[in-house]
C-alpha cells in the first residue's frame, strides 16, 4: 500500500462547479500536510498548507481529519485555469527523505 | 522564494549514455535535492546534495549510478550514469525554506525532460 494515496481522476467538471480531492495516507506519524499543484510539464508549486482546524484561501478549502487520516482540498467556483494536477504532500520528519508526494489528481475544468 | 533554472531541459539519449543535470539557484541554500518524477508517478527523492560533504541516497539510488555534484551553495548537478530506456524521467532540483521544520515549503526547478532511446 501506498504511503500517501489519491484518486488519479481524471475529474472534468464544467467551469463554476464544485470539486473535492481527497487524499489518505499511511503513518499516524504524519505531522505536516500540503496540496501542491503541477500544470503539465511543469514543476510543482505549492497551493497551500493543511492544518487541523482546516484553512481557506480564497476559491479553495484544505482540511485534515487526523482520526481517519485524510486530507481534502475543495475548489469552489472553478476557473479554466484551475485545471491542473493536485498533488497531496505528507511530512513525517524535518528533512527532505520524509516527504511523501502522492501521485496527484487531474483536474479538468470544461468551459 | 527562491528562483531555481535548470539546464538541460530536455535531451534525448542514447542506451549506455550518461547525462549531467545542473540545478542553480539564486540564493545561498545548505541543501538541494533531486527528485525523479516517472510518467503519471508522483515524485520520489533520489538523494539529497549537501555541501561539502557526500550526498545522501535514498533506498534504491546509488552513487555510482546518479553521481551527484555540489560545489557551492547555489549550484549542483546530478548525473545519470550508463542509462537505460528505463531511466527515461523528468529529473527535479528542489530546495526548501531551510528552517528545519516539516512545514518548510519546497521550491522546484523546471525540471529536465530525459527520454533514453
Known amino acids: 500500500r501506498k504511503e500517501v494515496e489519491q484518486d488519479p481522476g481524471p475529474f472534468n467538471v464544467p467551469e463554476g462547479a464544485t470539486v473535492a480531492f481527497n487524499c489518505t495516507y499511511s503513518?499516524?506519524?504524519?505531522?505536516?500536510f500540503f496540496w501542491y499543484r503541477q500544470d503539465c510539464r511543469k514543476e510543482p508549486k505549492l497551493l497551500m498548507s493543511?492544518?487541523?482546524s482546516g484553512n481557506e484561501d480564497g476559491r479553495f478549502t484544505a482540511q485534515l481529519n487526523r482520526a481517519s487520516q485524510y486530507i481534502s482540498l475543495l475548489i469552489r467556483d472553478s476557473k479554466l485555469s484551475d485545471s491542473a494536477t493536485y498533488l497531496c504532500?505528507?511530512?513525517?520528519?524535518?528533512?527532505?527523505?520524509?516527504?511523501?508526494f502522492g501521485s496527484g489528481t487531474r483536474l479538468s475544468i470544461r468551459p | 522564494s527562491a528562483v531555481i533554472s535548470q539546464k538541460p531541459s530536455r535531451d534525448i539519449c542514447q542506451r549506455g549514455t550518461s547525462l549531467t543535470i545542473q540545478c542553480q539557484v539564486d540564493?545561498?541554500?545548505?541543501?538541494m535535492f533531486w527528485y525523479r518524477q516517472q510518467p503519471g508517478q508522483s515524485l520520489t527523492l533520489i538523494a539529497t546534495?549537501?555541501?561539502?560533504?557526500?550526498?545522501?541516497?535514498e533506498s534504491g539510488f546509488v552513487i555510482d549510478k546518479f553521481p551527484i555534484s555540489r560545489p557551492n551553495l547555489t549550484f549542483s548537478t546530478l548525473t545519470v550514469s550508463n542509462m537505460s530506456p528505463e531511466d527515461s524521467s523528468i529529473y527535479l532540483c528542489?530546495?526548501?525554506?531551510?528552517?528545519?521544520?516539516?512545514?518548510?515549503?519546497?521550491?522546484f526547478g523546471p525540471g529536465t525532460r530525459l527520454t533514453v532511446l
Open positions: 528542489s530546495v526548501d525554506e531551510g528552517s528545519g521544520r516539516t512545514t518548510d515549503t519546497q521550491y
Open positions: 503513518n499516524s506519524a504524519s505531522q505536516s
Open positions: 493543511v492544518y487541523s
Open positions: 504532500v505528507v511530512a513525517r520528519g524535518s528533512s527532505a527523505s520524509k516527504i511523501i
Open positions: 540564493s545561498q541554500v545548505t541543501m
Open positions: 546534495a549537501n555541501q561539502g560533504s557526500e550526498a545522501t541516497y
